[in-house]
């Protein structure tokens, strides 16, 4: 595992608690035919409240399953995934789904948002899934993201640098405790990156464990710790 220092501007970590997200020995293989894929082998890894992490490593080096695996939206073949010390793998689907709601926030280069429903509605449709105070809330987490005045637009009306605020807007509608992104700018220009950044660095300083897959040089620099993946494996 590659590491980097942790920044200045976090504060201490609280140990006493369980990891805001862990896995623990996590293989996934796929079958096509006869062929086996390996895409994760005995992946180990635990984000604490506030922690910023980067999982880095080449295209097909097991990124998105692993971000998969621990959001509930794909179940390891072997090893566990707990979040805030509660189990999310290998649970009913309704449990996981529940989890996911109420605890993850999750932050995709598309398809975070309903085309049809603007950025508004979108916000408080995730807040409602999660049983979470609407409309006031939602309101100030736009405010927050600065993306309060195209609250009523839809996403086919956003630029590239709305879009990804709106849809980090969406991502932390349920007020998880850890947020999960791949490459969440990937697409994005170098300023509009920066931007998209400095308000993942704001959300770990309020507590938030975020976690993102990236190729980016830029996203890695901003973390507190760089994981590498080499063949699903985390590269000493």
């Known amino acids: 595992m590659t590491t980097v220092a942790p920044a200045d501007h976090h504060e201490p970590r609280t140990r006493d608690l369980p990891p805001a997200i862990e896995a623990r020995s996590l293989y996934r293989f796929f079958r096509a035919g006869d062929e086996e894929t390996l895409a994760l082998q005995g992946v180990s890894l635990a984000v604490e409240a506030g922690e910023?992490?980067?999982?880095?490593g080449p295209s097909g080096s097991g990124k998105s399953t692993l971000l998969a695996c621990l959001a509930g939206l794909d179940e390891p073949d072997g090893g566990t995934v707990r979040v805030s010390g509660q189990r999310l793998s290998h649970q009913a689907e309704p449990?996981?789904?529940?989890?996911?709601?109420?605890?993850v926030g999750l932050l995709l280069q598309s398809g975070n948002m309903f085309d049809h429903l603007s950025v508004m509605q979108n916000v408080m449709l995730a807040q409602q899934v999660a049983h979470r105070p609407a409309r006031t809330d939602s309101e100030a987490l736009m405010s927050s993201l600065g993306i309060a005045a195209r609250a009523h637009a839809r996403p086919d009306e956003?630029?590239?640098?709305?879009?990804?605020?709106?849809?980090?807007?969406?991502?932390?509608?349920?007020?998880?405790?850890?947020?999960?992104?791949?490459?969440?700018?990937?697409?994005?220009?170098?300023?509009?990156?920066?931007?998209?950044?400095?308000?993942?660095?704001?959300?770990?300083?309020?507590?938030?464990a975020i976690v993102v897959?990236?190729?980016?040089?830029?996203?890695?620099?901003?973390?507190?710790?760089?994981?590498?993946?080499?063949?699903?494996?985390?590269?000493?």
């Open 52 to 56: 910023f992490v980067v999982i880095a």
């Open 213 to 236: 897959a990236s190729h980016s040089p830029a996203v890695a620099e901003a973390a507190d710790r760089v994981i590498t993946l080499t063949d699903g494996k985390v590269s000493s």
């Open 95 to 103: 449990v996981r789904a529940r989890l996911r709601a109420e605890r």
């Open 158 to 208: 956003l630029s590239g640098g709305e879009l990804a605020r709106a849809g980090l807007a969406v991502a932390l509608a349920n007020d998880p405790v850890a947020l999960l992104a791949d490459e969440p700018t990937g697409e994005l220009d170098h300023a509009t990156e920066q931007q998209v950044l400095r308000l993942l660095e704001l959300r770990a300083l309020a507590g938030v």
